[in-house]
């Protein structure tokens, strides 16, 4: 079996880590990878290996083609993989500059998720991290860039204050209906100039007067 080869070669190594890339040429023909029950059984003998010689195990795997579906389907497979897995990056490449990818974190079983990071592979400048990018992983596998969900935010705000001043905690609820971060919101908040106020026990959010004038 493949898992004896592996638990030999980390005997003989001392490997503390490794890397199967694909997942595929890991589980073989013999596997059906869309069946739980047989992907399963194959990641447990794996587990149990890893767990036995303290070693931790990294699975790359490759997305399918579907558009417009969520990030924990997107996996070439069955779900299981990722279901097994304690944490779950997925690699994503931006729609409007193909030289800059981000990594974000689908899933974290054993501590909080970290923030989507950019990395940007320039022909000139090589390998680059870019720093946080604050992007969903659905609009990100969708090709929904940031400026659009900055469009977006604006228009959520400019609606809502059309008639005068609005609560901010709906707008805050709205926002994160349609997949708005709170960072990107603040943002268009920032742009529009939207002032906020406080009335007894609430926040409300206002445009400013030149805006206000503009609509009329």
């Known amino acids: 079996m493949l898992d004896e080869r592996i638990e030999q070669a980390i005997i003989e190594t001392g490997a503390k880590v490794i890397i199967l890339d694909p997942v595929q040429a890991y589980i073989g023909a ?11 059984n194959v990641l447990s003998q794996l ?10 195990v990294i699975l790359v795997g490759h997305l399918n083609k579907v558009h417009g579906g969520k990030a924990n389907y997107r996996g070439l497979g069955s779900i299981d993989f990722q279901a097994t897995a304690r944490s779950v990056l997925i690699v994503g490449r931006l729609k409007e500059n193909k030289e800059v990818r981000v990594v974000a974190h689908e899933k974290s079983s054993l501590a909080p998720e970290g923030e989507p990071i950019a990395f940007e592979l320039n022909k000139e400048t090589g390998f680059v991290w870019k720093g946080h990018y604050d992007i969903s ?9 940031r400026e659009k969900k900055s469009e977006q935010a604006e228009k959520l705000i400019m609606d809502c204050l ?6 901010q905690q709906l707008i805050l609820k709205k926002a994160q209906n349609i997949g708005i971060s709170k960072r990107v919101l603040d943002e268009a908040k920032k742009s529009l100039g939207v002032k906020s106020i406080k009335e007894g026990n609430g926040w409300y959010w206002e ?10």
């Open 207 to 216: 445009l400013p007067e030149e805006k206000e004038a503009s609509n009329c």
């Open 137 to 145: 992983i659905d609009d990100l596998l969708n090709g929904i860039s």
């Open 47 to 56: 587990g149990r290996v890893a767990e036995k010689h303290g070693c931790a």
């Open 162 to 167: 059309s008639d005068g001043k609005y609560q």
């Open 30 to 40: 013999q596997i059906d990878m869309n069946r739980a029950n047989e992907v399963r």
